[in-house]
């Protein structure tokens, strides 16, 4: 056995997909809602006996613990393969994809390790990091512990000297380092990407570094105050929190996150034993952002900056909060315009507006009160305004009535008045983007009814008494899904050689393009039937409409045919056909 199928064998597919989401028993499969795309209604199944995963919903992806390991986590399979090898304690042996050449992903974060500890060395042990140290030390008041838990550093401001350390002594290309956003070319030569600046590495939660932040320290710097990696093929900025992979365990354990702004706040929220906060890196929270923070916990408390970018921030924030229906809450501190300079000025306020942090929704509903007249038309016109798009997008019905109910009682307007003008304002809002998109066409009914049939198929406990059955309904049909066709060739081989039906031995000879298909067919969610004789019929029904719509479509062909040239044998081919259609229908309607 490989160390692949080894690996694969030693995990059990249901209980570690339970680590990143729910799942529910559903016969003999368990159930979840997809984590690979937004839907109500769960169609993420999982097969413990198979060890398989398909989603029946918009995404329709599936595979094995590799491929929902590489899609949940964004892995190459070489990623994935070491990161199961590790959990399972198997020792991959020297290969091609270790011996040989690394994949781009496993190159950029080889380079940016070797870059964190180029830069942590400038800032702590070089004469030209001496300033930053001191910006660090003395103006930010952060001791030498907390530069070496966030492995903070300086990037010189030559513009060259991380180029050359990386081309000379650590021998990689110059396309690699433009390709890990470490450089950029100018000519022939690589310049530096980060010049003079306090760098700020960035984790992924799996402790890898994909990217840097660096802040200027001079006045005259040139691009924002800070600067980030651009985006690369392991780092986008919106899809991942600074601290992510200091806090993450403290995330869990209190089962909160606090979300600040920047790098600096959660620096000093650590520093006072607040160690479950992460920085956005951004204006807003991404849907990236709350999928990655929702594996954690489903409780955040929204603690940005205390501006209006801040507060716009937090309005921005809901939405997605919402789709993944996680308990949002705001910690409230007056005299500091960040959770960094609220710790310096009053440790003691800081840590008890964490304690008592707000439902983000009274918050709202506070902040906007004050900034307008209730009494006055005008006032209550801006006050629902504001309000109002904010509370209907609540997905908790509960909690949507309780704020929609409070904003009638304090506007003194009736309820039916607010919720007919939120109807108003959310008929005026809609962007028709799909105008010109064509829909999507639903499925014709044949192939419904085709994947229906297969399911009823490869579902039953032994499928050969109910295929055989099938074949003498369906006599000539050919099924128009071509892989489905080949399932069925391949179980009337499989039936000539074995009485009973194995799913794990018939795998063994099913060509491995047909992989994908059968175990759709497999994990298909299907009605629950009482009894075999139930199932039977059902499946009898099933086929003999998928012959009555062949037996319509063959004498419309014929028909045409006429058209042509009238023929004695076509007419009775017509004849004939139209008779046996009679007889499936009539059939059809006693199942």
């Known amino acids: 056995m490989d160390e692949v199928t080894q690996i694969r064998e030693k995990i059990d597919l249901a209980s570690f997909i339970s680590e990143y989401i729910p799942l529910k028993k559903m016969g003999r499969n368990f159930k979840a809602n997809c984590p690979f795309h937004n839907e109500k209604t769960p169609s993420f199944i999982v097969s413990p006996e198979r060890q398989i995963w398909h989603c029946f919903g918009g995404c329709n992806k599936g595979g094995d613990i590799y491929t929902f390991l590489m899609e949940y986590e964004n892995l190459e399979f070489i990623e994935a393969l070491r990161i199961l090898a590790k959990r399972t304690g198997v020792q991959l042996r020297e290969s091609s994809f270790e011996a040989g050449t690394s994949s781009k992903k496993e190159i950029i974060y080889k380079l940016n390790k070797a870059a964190l500890e180029y830069y942590h060395y400038v800032l702590t042990k070089h004469k030209a990091g001496g300033k930053a140290f001191n910006y660090l030390t003395k103006d930010r008041k952060l001791d030498a512990r907390l530069i070496e838990t966030f492995m903070?550093?300086?990037?010189?401001?030559?513009?060259?000297?991380?180029?050359?350390?990386?081309?000379?002594?650590?021998?990689?290309?110059?396309?690699?380092?433009?390709?890990?956003?470490?450089?950029?070319?100018?000519?022939?030569?690589?310049?530096?990407?980060?010049?003079?600046?306090?760098?700020?590495?960035?984790?992924?939660?799996?402790?890898?570094?994909?990217?840097?932040?660096?802040?200027?320290?001079?006045?005259?710097?040139?691009?924002?105050?800070?600067?980030?990696?651009?985006?690369?093929?392991?780092?986008?900025?919106?899809?991942?929190?600074?601290?992510?992979?200091?806090?993450?365990?403290?995330?869990?354990?209190?089962?909160?996150?606090?979300?600040?702004?920047?790098?600096?706040?959660?620096?000093?929220?650590?520093?006072?034993?607040?160690?479950?906060?992460?920085?956005?890196?951004?204006?807003?929270?991404?849907?990236?952002?709350?999928?990655?923070?929702?594996?954690?916990?489903?409780?955040?408390?929204?603690?940005?900056?205390?501006?209006?970018?801040?507060?716009?921030?937090?309005?921005?924030s809901l939405a997605s909060l919402e789709k993944k229906g996680m308990n949002i809450t705001t910690c409230i501190f007056d005299r500091a315009k960040d959770a960094d300079e609220a710790i310096k000025t009053d440790l003691l306020a800081f840590k008890k507006s964490i304690k008592r942090d707000t439902p983000v929704y009274d918050f709202l509903f506070s902040k906007t009160f004050s900034s307008f007249e209730k009494d006055r038309v005008y006032g209550k016109r801006k006050i629902s305004e504001e309000l109002l798009p904010i509370f209907t997008r609540i997905s908790n019905e509960i909690v949507k009535e309780h704020y929609l109910k409070k904003l009638s009682n304090e506007l003194n307007v009736s309820l039916d008045a607010l919720l007919r003008e939120a109807e108003r304002m959310e008929k005026k809002d809609?962007?028709?983007?799909?105008?010109?998109?064509?829909?999507?066409?639903?499925?014709?009914?044949?192939?419904?009814?085709?994947?229906?049939?297969?399911?009823?198929?490869?579902?039953?406990?032994?499928?050969?008494?109910?295929?055989?059955?099938?074949?003498?309904?369906?006599?000539?049909?050919?099924?128009?899904?071509?892989?489905?066709?080949?399932?069925?060739?391949?179980?009337?081989?499989?039936?000539?050689?074995?009485?009973?039906?194995?799913?794990?031995?018939?795998?063994?000879?099913?060509?491995?393009?047909?992989?994908?298909?059968?175990?759709?067919?497999?994990?298909?969610?299907?009605?629950?039937?009482?009894?075999?004789?139930?199932?039977?019929?059902?499946?009898?029904?099933?086929?003999?409409?998928?012959?009555?719509?062949?037996?319509?479509?063959?004498?419309?062909?014929?028909?045409?045919?006429?058209?042509?040239g009238e023929k004695d044998e076509d007419l009775k081919k017509v004849k004939d056909l139209e008779k046996e259609l009679t007889s499936t229908i009539i059939l059809l309607g006693k199942s």
């Open 430 to 564: 809609i962007v028709k983007e799909n105008v010109f998109v064509k829909s999507k066409d639903k499925k014709p009914r044949t192939e419904v009814l085709e994947d229906y049939l297969i399911s009823l198929i490869v579902q039953h406990g032994n499928p050969k008494s109910i295929l055989e059955k099938c074949i003498e309904i369906l006599k000539d049909y050919k099924f128009k899904t071509d892989s489905y066709q080949k399932i069925i060739n391949h179980l009337l081989l499989f039936f000539k050689n074995n009485g009973k039906f194995e799913s794990r031995i018939f795998m063994n000879i099913l060509p491995k393009e047909l992989t994908m298909s059968f175990d759709s067919a497999y994990l298909f969610p299907m009605p629950s039937f009482d009894g075999d004789e139930r199932y039977e019929r059902e499946v009898e029904k099933v086929a003999r409409e998928l012959r009555a719509l062949f037996l319509k479509n063959k004498i419309k062909e014929i028909s045409l045919s006429l058209k042509t």
């Open 152 to 316: 903070l550093g300086f990037s010189p401001k030559d513009g060259i000297d991380l180029s050359n350390y990386l081309i000379s002594k650590k021998k990689y290309k110059k396309e690699d380092l433009v390709e890990a956003g470490l450089a950029f070319y100018a000519g022939s030569r690589v310049m530096d990407f980060f010049r003079n600046r306090v760098m700020f590495p960035l984790f992924d939660h799996r402790g890898n570094v994909v990217g840097f932040s660096g802040r200027a320290i001079d006045e005259s710097y040139s691009g924002g105050k800070y600067i980030n990696t651009k985006d690369t093929l392991v780092y986008h900025k919106g899809s991942m929190f600074f601290g992510l992979n200091t806090a993450k365990e403290e995330i869990k354990k209190l089962d909160k996150a606090i979300i600040v702004e920047g790098e600096l706040d959660v620096i000093s929220c650590f520093s006072v034993g607040i160690k479950n906060a992460i920085a956005v890196k951004g204006t807003a929270l991404t849907e990236d952002q709350v999928g990655l923070v929702s594996r954690f916990t489903n409780n955040v408390c929204l603690c940005f900056d205390k501006d209006d970018a801040g507060y716009e921030a937090t309005k921005r």
